[in-house]
C-alpha cells in the first residue's frame, strides 16, 4: 500500500490507498462457531434423514444442507434468497462453513421441492436434534426442563407486497399477508411445529393438531416427568377460544389455559364475582384475580374461569370508539365512565382453564380463599404467554421472517422453516455454551459478538488459524466449549 503525506491546518496526515482485496479476511469468522456446532449435534445428517431425498439422484445439495444454509445465512443477518450469493462470494467464510456455498437459484429450486411429507420430515429432524441437545445439557439443566412443560401456540402476519405471491391473503386489516402459525416449547425457547398460512385462514381449525405435533417434538423422557408431576400445560390467546383445542390438550394429557372472548355470558360470569373475592394479582400492579365456576358449553370436565381485572382512572379512557382498551370495559362501567359519573373502570380479562385450583387434583376450582394462591400462580403464569412473541420477534427481527422473498408458497415456507431453525441453533448453542448463563441472548447481540466478527484465516502447516483484531471475543470460548461437548453421550 503506498501513501502520501499531506498537510491540513497544521498537522500532517497519511493518504490512504485501496489496495487489492485480501481474500484470507472476512467479516463474518463466526461462521467457525455455527460449522463446528452443527457438525457436533450432526445437524445436517438429521434434517438428510427426516426430510429424505428431494432428487432422484443423490448428488448436489441435500435437503439438509440447503436448510443450514438459509439457517446460517439469516443468522449472519441474510435477509432474501440473493444474501445466499452474497455470503457465498467470502471466500475465508466459506472454508469455515458448515456446508458448501449455495447459489439463490439452487437453493430456490430445491425449496420447490418441498412438499408435506418433507415438511413433516422437517419437524421429526427438530424433534431429534432438539432430544439430543437436552441429552448434552448439564443434569440440573435437564432437571428444570422436566419440571414444568408448557406449549405455547400463537400466529404472526408477515405482509407482502405484488400481485403474484401464492398462498397469501388480504387479513382484517387490508393487508395481503402470510400467516405463520407457530408452536413453542416456552420453557426451552424451542419452535416444535410450524405451517405457513394464507391471512385469511383460520388457526382455530388446526390447534389441535398443532398441539399434537408439537408435543411429539419434545424429548418423551421430559414429557413424561412433567406429565408425571401435572406439569404439562398448553396456552394460548383469545384467536384459540374453541373446545377442540381443549379436548385435544386433556386427550394428549395436558391441562389447558386459553382466553377467552368477551362475550355475554362471560361479562355475566364477571358480574357473579363477590367483590371481597379479588386478590391483588403478582407482579401486576393495579390489577385484581378471581375465579368463577363457569365454563362454556362443550368444554371438558373440571373447566372454570379465572378473570383479571385493572383498574382505569376515567380520564383515562379514550373518546375514540375504535379504541382496543374501551372493548376490555363492561358497557355499563364505560358509559358510567365517559359521561363521568363513575370515577374509574376496570379492564377485564377472562382465562378458561381445567388446571386444579387448589391441593386436590381434579375438583374444580372455587373463588374461596384457600385457593386464591394457585389461581393466582396460574394467572401469573399465563401472562408469561409472551415467551412466544419473543420467540415471533427473534424470527422476524432476528433472523428474516419479517419476509416472504418469493412468489412460491414452497419457497416462502422453507424460508419461514430457515429463521425457525436459525432460532434454535442459536438458543441450542448458547444453551449448550453455557452463554447464556445471564439471559439468552438475541439474534442482535449474538451476531454482534459472536458471528459477525472480523478475522483473517490463515494456512499453515496443515491447519486453519483464525486471527482476530485485539481485545476480548467470545468465539475462541465458544469454540472451546463446543469441542468439549460429550460426543458420546
Not at 274 to 280: F, R
Request: net charge positive; hydrophobic share 45%; aromatic share 4%.
Amino acid at each position: 500500500m503506498s501513501v502520501k503525506r499531506i498537510r491540513r491546518r497544521g498537522r500532517v496526515r497519511k493518504r490512504v490507498r485501496v489496495g487489492v482485496p485480501d481474500p484470507s479476511l472476512t467479516a463474518t469468522a463466526g461462521v467457525a462457531a455455527i460449522a463446528e456446532f452443527v457438525d457436533k449435534l450432526d445437524v445436517v445428517g438429521r434434517f438428510d434423514r427426516g426430510v429424505g431425498q428431494l432428487k432422484k439422484r443423490d448428488r448436489g445439495a441435500s435437503a439438509g444442507e440447503l436448510l443450514v444454509a438459509m439457517a446460517q445465512s439469516q443468522l449472519l443477518g441474510g435477509d432474501a434468497l440473493v444474501c445466499l450469493d452474497r455470503q457465498r462470494a467470502d471466500v475465508a467464510a466459506g472454508q469455515l462453513s458448515a456446508v458448501p456455498g449455495l447459489a439463490s437459484t439452487t437453493a430456490a429450486g430445491l425449496a420447490r421441492r418441498f412438499g408435506p411429507e418433507q415438511l413433516a420430515g422437517v419437524e421429526a429432524a427438530i424433534a431429534d436434534l432438539v432430544e439430543r441437545s437436552v441429552d448434552l445439557l448439564p443434569i440440573e439443566r435437564r432437571i428444570g426442563l422436566g419440571a414444568r412443560v408448557t406449549v405455547d401456540l400463537d400466529s404472526t402476519d408477515v405482509e407482502v407486497y405484488g400481485v403474484k405471491k401464492q398462498g397469501v391473503a388480504y387479513n382484517y386489516q387490508g393487508q395481503r399477508v402470510g400467516r405463520p402459525h407457530l408452536a413453542t416449547w416456552a420453557e426451552a425457547g424451542l419452535t416444535t411445529a410450524a405451517d405457513l398460512l394464507a391471512g385469511n385462514d383460520d388457526v382455530r381449525p388446526r390447534a389441535a393438531d398443532m398441539l399434537v405435533r408439537a408435543l411429539a417434538g419434545i424429548p418423551v423422557s421430559v414429557r413424561a416427568a412433567a406429565a408425571a408431576a401435572d406439569r404439562l400445560r398448553t396456552r394460548a390467546d383469545a384467536g384459540y377460544f374453541t373446545a377442540e383445542l381443549a379436548e385435544a390438550a386433556v386427550e394428549a394429557g395436558c391441562d389447558f389455559a386459553i382466553a377467552a372472548k368477551r362475550n355475554t355470558a362471560m361479562w355475566r360470569a364477571y358480574a357473579s364475582i363477590a367483590q371481597d373475592a379479588w386478590v391483588d394479582a403478582i407482579d401486576m400492579p393495579g390489577a385484581q384475580v378471581a375465579a368463577v365456576d363457569y365454563a362454556p358449553a362443550g368444554w371438558p370436565e373440571h373447566t372454570y374461569t379465572i378473570v383479571r381485572r385493572v383498574r382505569i382512572e376515567a380520564e383515562a379512557i379514550s373518546t375514540d370508539p375504535r379504541s382496543r382498551r374501551r372493548r376490555t370495559i363492561d358497557e355499563h362501567q364505560l358509559t358510567l365512565a365517559l359521561e363521568g359519573v363513575a370515577t374509574h373502570a376496570y379492564a377485564v380479562s377472562f382465562i378458561v382453564t381445567n388446571i386444579p385450583a387448589n391441593d386436590r387434583p381434579g375438583d374444580t376450582a372455587s373463588t374461596t380463599a384457600g385457593d386464591a394462591e394457585t389461581i393466582l400462580d396460574v394467572e401469573a403464569w399465563f401472562r408469561r404467554r409472551t415467551d412466544i412473541e419473543e420467540r415471533i420477534r427473534e424470527a422476524k427481527l432476528g433472523a428474516a421472517l419479517r419476509k416472504l422473498p418469493s412468489a412460491d408458497h414452497a419457497i416462502n415456507t422453507v424460508w419461514m422453516w430457515a429463521a425457525l431453525v436459525a432460532g434454535n441453533l442459536s438458543v441450542l448453542l448458547q444453551a449448550l455454551t453455557g452463554i447464556d448463563q445471564n439471559g439468552r441472548a438475541h439474534a442482535a447481540r449474538l451476531r454482534h459478538q459472536l458471528l459477525c466478527v472480523p478475522a483473517r484465516l490463515v494456512h499453515h502447516g496443515r491447519q486453519l488459524t483464525l486471527r482476530l483484531p485485539p481485545g476480548e471475543h467470545l468465539l475462541p470460548v465458544v469454540l472451546t466449549r463446543i469441542r468439549e461437548l460429550d460426543a458420546a453421550a
